[in-house]
């Protein structure tokens, strides 16, 4: 039995993906615009941003910094209601416990604010509509494991997996299972 949530991923339905110029974001939006969904890529500004909306069917770049919560709120009224919210903007490394202030900063701006700056501009407007939705965030393995030596990044992803957790009890409480979140905890690499 699948998900109603899962009914967002349609034809026509927008798909909004922060980070979405490289890496895991770009790969869900190519798969997709697979599926026929018009995509909104957020990322930096640059030349990866465009060069990704150019190469994806239906991508639109919006250059942000998620961690600007003014910034995300704004685009959001911008670009509308979305079907599919992924939260994947991400900084790796962030340092260990006296890495210093702006590095944290910087770190749990991006990787967990940033978060919450998405589901506030986008998951808001889900629980509030009448069609099915689906958030999904971006974790890491480090955000359980906790390995030493990148406690500003491990604390960030630690803080992500909490927030999805709690996001997906509100969205049950909220909507009865039509709006969902999810946290990805991708794989790491094979060795050779």
């Known amino acids: 039995m699948s998900t109603p949530s899962f009914a967002a991923i349609a034809p026509g339905n927008l798909a909004v993906i922060?980070?979405?110029?490289?890496?895991?974001?770009r790969a869900a939006a190519r798969a997709l615009a697979g599926r026929g969904m018009r995509i909104a890529l957020l990322d930096r500004p640059g030349d990866a941003l465009e060069a990704a909306a150019a190469a994806i069917d239906g991508a639109t770049a919006y250059?942000?910094?998620?961690?600007?919560a003014a910034a995300m709120h704004e685009l959001a009224g911008?670009?509308?209601?979305?079907?599919?919210?992924?939260?994947?903007?991400?900084?790796?490394?962030?340092?260990d416990v006296f890495a210093g202030l702006e590095a944290w900063q910087r770190v749990i701006g991006?990787?967990?604010?940033?978060v919450l700056h998405g589901?506030?501009?986008?998951?808001?407007?889900?629980v509030e509509g009448d069609a099915p939705g689906l958030v999904i965030n971006?974790?890491?393995?480090?955000?359980?494991?906790?390995?030493?030596?990148?406690?500003?990044?491990?604390?960030?992803k630690a803080g992500v997996k909490a927030l999805t957790e709690g996001l997906a009890h509100s969205l049950r409480e909220r909507t009865g299972g039509r709006v969902t979140a999810h946290l990805l905890i991708p794989a790491s690499p094979t060795p050779a």
């Not at 911008?78 to 340092?95: D, E, K, T």
């Not at 890491?140 to 390995?147: E, L, M, R, V, Y």
């Open 18 to 25: 922060t980070g979405g110029a490289s890496g895991i974001g």
């Open 63 to 68: 250059a942000v910094d998620v961690a600007n």
């Open 138 to 156: 971006t974790g890491s393995k480090q955000g359980i494991t906790q390995p030493p030596g990148n406690t500003a990044y491990n604390v960030s």
């Open 78 to 95: 911008q670009i509308g209601g979305a079907s599919v919210l992924m939260n994947n903007a991400g900084i790796g490394q962030g340092g």
């Open 119 to 126: 589901i506030e501009g986008f998951a808001t407007a889900m």
């Open 110 to 114: 991006v990787n967990l604010m940033g």
